[in-house]
C-alpha cells in the first residue's frame, strides 16, 4: 500500500520567515496530495489540495509544488505568523471508486511554530 | 451547514467496558472512514466503509468494529477496551469517484484506565 514519509517532524521560524515541509509518497498510482492544518485541540483542516496534473499551486501565502517523477510534494509557507503555528499533515491519495482508491494515507505531521 | 458530526468529544472508561462513539454527516457522502491520532504516528486508518452495509478494514483494525446500516451514520464500536487504544479519533467522511478530501469530525479523546 501507499506509504507517505514527511519532514521535518518540528520546525521553528521566525514571524516573516517562510517555512518548507516535504512529503514523499510510494505509489506511482496517487493523484491527489491534499495538506491539512491542525491546530491544538482542532481536528484537521484542508488548506490547499494539488491534483497530479498540476505542478504548482498557490492560495495566498500558501504554496504546495508537485514532482511526480520523484514522488514527493512540499508545502511552502511565506511570511509566517503566529497564526500559522499548527500541525501540518500531507496525504496522498489515488482517487476513484474502490476502497483502496478513496483512502487518504497521511504523513506523520510536522509541529510548526512561528516565534516572534 | 455540511458537517461530520462526533459524540462523544471526551470519554473516559475502564478497561473491558463496551463503547460506542458515533458519526454522523449530512453531505450525502458515500464514503466514511474512522483514525486514530497518536503522537509520533500521525492518522491511521482503523475501518472504512464505501456505502451502506460495506465496511472493510483499515491499518489499525483490531480491537474495534464498525457498522454501516445508514448512509449518513457510522459508529465505531470498542467491545472491550484496553489502554493502548487510548488516542485521539476522527471520523472522517468524503464523495467517493472524484478526487476529494476529508471532511473531518470534531474528533473525540478516549481515555481507557
Known amino acids: 500500500g501507499e506509504n507517505v514519509e514527511q519532514h521535518p517532524s518540528t520546525l521553528s521560524v521566525q514571524e516573516g520567515d517562510s517555512a518548507v515541509i516535504k512529503c514523499t509518497y510510494s505509489d506511482s498510482a496517487s493523484n491527489y496530495f491534499p495538506w491539512y492544518k491542525q491546530e491544538l485541540g482542532k481536528r484537521p483542516q484542508l488548506i490547499i489540495d494539488i491534483r497530479s496534473n498540476v505542478g504548482e499551486k498557490k492560495d495566498q501565502r500558501i504554496a504546495v509544488t508537485l514532482n511526480k517523477t520523484a514522488k514527493h510534494f512540499s508545502l511552502h509557507i511565506t511570511e509566517t505568523q503566529p497564526e500559522d503555528s499548527a500541525v501540518y499533515f500531507c496525504?496522498?491519495?489515488?482517487?476513484?471508486?474502490?476502497?483502496?482508491?478513496?483512502?487518504?494515507?497521511f504523513g506523520t505531521g510536522t509541529r510548526l511554530q512561528v516565534t516572534l | 451547514e455540511a458537517q461530520v458530526t462526533q459524540n462523544p468529544r471526551y470519554l473516559i472508561t475502564v478497561t473491558g467496558k463496551k463503547l460506542t462513539v458515533t458519526c454522523s454527516q449530512n453531505m450525502n457522502h458515500e464514503y466514511m472512514s474512522w483514525y486514530r491520532q497518536d503522537p509520533g504516528l500521525g492518522l491511521r486508518q482503523i475501518y472504512y466503509?464505501?456505502?451502506?452495509?460495506?465496511?472493510d478494514k483499515g491499518d489499525v483494525p483490531e480491537g474495534y468494529k464498525v457498522s454501516r446500516k445508514e448512509k449518513r451514520n457510522f459508529p465505531l464500536i470498542l467491545e472491550s477496551p484496553s489502554p493502548n487504544q487510548t488516542s485521539l479519533y476522527f471520523c472522517?467522511?468524503?464523495?467517493?469517484?472524484?478526487?476529494?478530501?476529508?471532511?473531518f469530525g470534531s474528533g473525540t479523546r478516549l481515555t481507557v484506565v
Open positions: 466503509s464505501m456505502n451502506v452495509e460495506v465496511t
Open positions: 496525504a496522498a491519495k489515488r482517487g476513484g471508486i474502490t476502497g483502496t482508491a478513496s483512502k487518504l494515507t
Open positions: 472522517a467522511s468524503s464523495p467517493t469517484g472524484v478526487v476529494y478530501g476529508y471532511t
